[in-house]
Every structure is written in structure tokens, then in C-alpha cells.
């Protein structure tokens, strides 16, 4: 009775080995394909993930590429609200509507962070026909910590401000946004001061109600050469001057305060007659 079982029980064993070898055999084959499907899924994950890394904001058509012809004007926006505070677990681009109670929290004045000005102008600016004429040279934003921010004319900033915040969150974390599927940098930090980007041969002018210098815009303008760049200094904040000491002049172009987006857009009416931009 010893030697049947003892048999059956290694014809049984060399079975299970058999087939734990042909279950071995059939799993490896199985997960070959399988880590091979993982790899290429991998692979186009990161293409998609790269893909991703490349697109930033789309670049705005205009009728004409800034002509070097002609005169062309440039905008400054000093004292932009553009600070980033962690809220939470995410970092986010602090205004006064979401974030009051976190700036009061840390002591500080919500009414002061208003990134909604600059957006606004910038709308205001890159909407012109003097842009869309490829009159307008460049945009520079000088933040109220003093950071320095290039853009160029072409670029087509988010009409909501939920999607500029998250542009601009984006560009002070990465330093600079491409252009949809290219490597051109639309948007960039630069380095400090912003003199060294202007024309040799430009006017700087600075406005403000505060100037006791009272002129019209439409005469102050026609009145200046017609070789000569101009550069408008505008104050991106909610209170407050702009206090510049690179400006050769300092004027005002109305009895009433006004917004940044107004003052621009009377700025650029004003060249749009100058320069004949219907």
C-alpha cells in the first residue's frame, strides 16, 4: 500500500510542477505584451506630457508686423499687483475678491491687490488698433516688489480673469510663456531697469492726476515728432502715484482721476489720429 502512494503522489508533484512551469511560461507571455503596451502608453504620455509643456497662449493676427517705418509707441504698467500666496495646499495669485480674509489674516490691506487693473489694461492695449496696426513695440509691467516682465505685442492675453490669473501664476513660477506649439517666448521676466530696452530716441512720459501739469492728450501727442518713439508710463494700481525718475515729462490728461484702462484707451485714440489708423 506504501509504494502505490508513494507513486501517485510523485506523478502528482511532477504534474503541479508541470503545470506551475506551463502557468509561469503562459504569465510571462502575457505580461510581455502587456509591459510593452505599458511602455509605448508610457511613451505617449510623455509626448502627450510634453506636448502639454508647449502650449501657452495663442499668438493674435494683425494686419500689419510692426512696421519699423514709422514711429511706435510703448507701454509701462508700474506697481501691477501681481503677488502669489499659498492658500491652502495650492499656490495661487492673490486678489482682493478671493482672498480677503487670507490678506487680512496676514495683515494686509485687501484693496491693494487688485491684479484685475492690469488685466484690464493689458486687454485694453493689446485690443487697440494701434497694436493692430503693428504700431505698438512692446508691453513692460513693473510689479509692485519690483520684478520686471516683458510682453510682446502679439500676444493674446485670456479675456477671464479666472484664466489670466493662472497665466500670470504660471509665468512668475516658470519665468516665461511660449506660444502655442513653438518655442517663442511671448511672455518673460527680464532683468532691472527697464531703460535699458527703450529706444535711444524715445520720449518718456509719465501720467498721473497728481501732475499739476494739465495738457491734452490729442495735442500733447500731435505735438510730438513724428521720428520720435514714444513711451507711456501708466500706474497699474489701485491707489497711489507713480513715482519714476527715468520719465522727461509728468503730465496729466484729465481733471477727474481715471482707470488705467481709460487713460490708455484716450492715449490710444489719441495716436490712432496721429497716425491717420482708422
Not at 152 to 162: A, D
Not at 184 to 212: A, C, D, F, H, W
Amino acid at each position: 500500500m506504501v509504494r502505490p502512494y508513494a507513486v501517485k503522489g510523485k506523478k502528482r508533484k511532477t504534474r503541479e510542477e508541470k503545470y506551475d512551469r506551463d502557468e509561469e511560461a503562459a504569465a510571462e507571455q502575457v505580461e510581455e505584451p502587456s509591459k510593452t503596451a505599458m511602455g509605448d502608453e508610457n511613451e505617449t504620455q510623455g509626448k502627450e506630457g510634453d506636448q502639454f509643456e508647449l502650449e501657452g497662449i495663442p499668438i493674435a493676427p494683425t494686419t500689419d508686423q510692426n512696421p519699423k517705418s514709422g514711429p511706435g509707441v510703448i507701454f509701462i504698467l508700474e506697481k501691477a499687483s501681481l503677488e502669489i500666496g499659498k492658500v491652502g495646499k495650492t499656490e495661487q495669485l492673490l486678489n482682493s475678491d478671493d482672498h480677503a480674509n487670507f490678506l487680512k489674516k496676514k495683515g494686509k490691506n485687501p484693496a491693494h491687490y487688485r491684479p484685475d487693473i492690469l488685466h484690464q489694461a493689458l486687454l485694453m492695449i493689446l485690443d487697440s488698433p494701434i497694436n493692430k496696426a503693428g504700431r505698438l513695440r512692446c508691453v513692460y509691467v513693473k510689479t509692485e516688489d519690483g520684478k520686471l516682465i516683458e510682453i510682446k505685442p502679439y500676444v493674446r492675453i485670456p479675456r477671464t480673469f479666472k484664466r489670466f490669473s493662472g497665466v500670470m501664476l504660471q509665468l512668475l513660477q516658470k519665468l516665461s510663456i511660449s506660444a502655442v506649439g513653438k518655442r517663442e517666448k511671448l511672455m518673460r521676466m527680464i532683468k532691472n531697469p527697464v531703460t535699458q530696452y527703450l529706444p535711444v530716441n524715445s520720449r518718456k512720459v509719465g501720467l498721473s492726476y497728481s501732475s499739476e501739469k494739465l495738457v491734452s492728450i490729442q495735442k500733447y501727442v500731435a505735438a510730438a515728432e513724428n521720428n520720435t518713439d514714444l513711451v507711456f508710463v501708466v500706474g497699474a494700481m489701485a491707489h497711489g502715484k507713480v513715482e519714476t525718475d527715468y520719465t522727461d515729462d509728468f503730465v496729466s490728461i484729465c481733471s477727474y482721476p481715471l482707470s488705467a484702462a481709460y487713460c490708455i484707451t484716450m492715449i490710444c485714440q489719441a495716436l490712432a489720429g496721429k497716425w491717420n489708423i482708422l
